[in-house]
């Protein structure tokens, strides 16, 4: 959860060979020289990342942030206080959050499977090879790939990008990746053309996400979007 550097970016520039890595990485300086640092992900330990992954799910973060207060304030950010509290209290103290109900069956799933295979050892779950960690997280229903993503990019600190809405909406309007393009397909796209940097993943996806928000939304503000110069081929 660290901050880039003007340092590390020059040194991933470096290392970016071919010309879309070379656009991506051009991407991702527009947006860092606008933005600068956004600071994910926001959370004291791991398993507050985990939680914040999971309550984020269709909402805002400044929804997340009162659900998660609410579970601090009672001290509830643990295996066991989440694995103890019945599902129906939970939901009431992440109602801000939304769909509160489906959340705190997602939260107490998550909760059983690092209990159930790891004994509660986040660092275990977290010890694997990333495939297998990325498995075990889908295997929990309620986990799919951007939240099973986000906890490996930012929970365990694997270099694995992150695709959301945004990021496909981005790369295919700028003609990056046909608009057909899948989860995988999207994620390996990023992983083929750049340096496998967790902070350079980390910075990135959290990035396209305030671009996506502030500028490019199902009708696009391109005009003063920081990526108006680059070449854009859709819009829809
Ligand atoms: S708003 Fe326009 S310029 Fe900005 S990322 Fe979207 S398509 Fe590109």
């Not at 020059?10 to 990485?25: H, P």
């Not at 860092?32 to 004291?44: D, R, V």
């Not at 945004?166 to 899948?182: D, F, K, S, V």
Request: charged share 25%.
């Amino acid at each position: 959860m660290g901050e880039r550097t003007t340092d590390n970016t020059q040194r991933i520039n470096k290392t970016v060979t071919t010309a879309t890595g070379q656009t991506l990485m051009e991407i991702y300086n527009l947006l860092f020289a606008a933005f600068g640092p956004q600071n994910w992900w926001p959370a004291e330990t791991e398993l507050e990342m985990m939680v914040g992954a999971i309550l984020t799910q269709n909402t805002s973060w400044n929804n997340v942030e009162k659900a998660i207060q609410n579970l601090k304030e009672r001290d509830l950010l643990s295996a066991s206080g989440l694995g103890e509290v019945p599902a129906s209290i939970l939901a009431g103290y992440i109602r801000p959050a939304g769909y509160y109900n489906l959340k705190a069956k997602r939260l107490k799933n998550l909760i059983k499977f690092i209990e159930n295979e790891y004994n509660g050892d986040i660092d275990r779950l977290f010890s694997p090879d990333t495939d297998t960690v990325r498995k075990g997280l889908l295997s929990v229903k309620g986990i799919g790939l951007e939240t099973a993503d986000s906890i490996i990019l930012y929970g365990a600190g694997r270099p694995l990008f992150v695709v959301d809405t945004y990021t496909h909406r981005i790369l295919a309007r700028h003609g990056l990746i046909q608009e057909e393009a899948g989860y995988n397909d999207v994620q390996l796209f990023l992983m083929d053309n750049l340096p496998h940097d967790v902070e350079l993943f980390k910075e990135f996806h959290a990035l396209i996400v305030k671009t996506g928000k502030d500028f490019c939304r199902r009708r696009p503000l391109c005009s003063n979007c920081p990526l108006e110069n680059l070449n854009r081929e859709q819009y829809g």
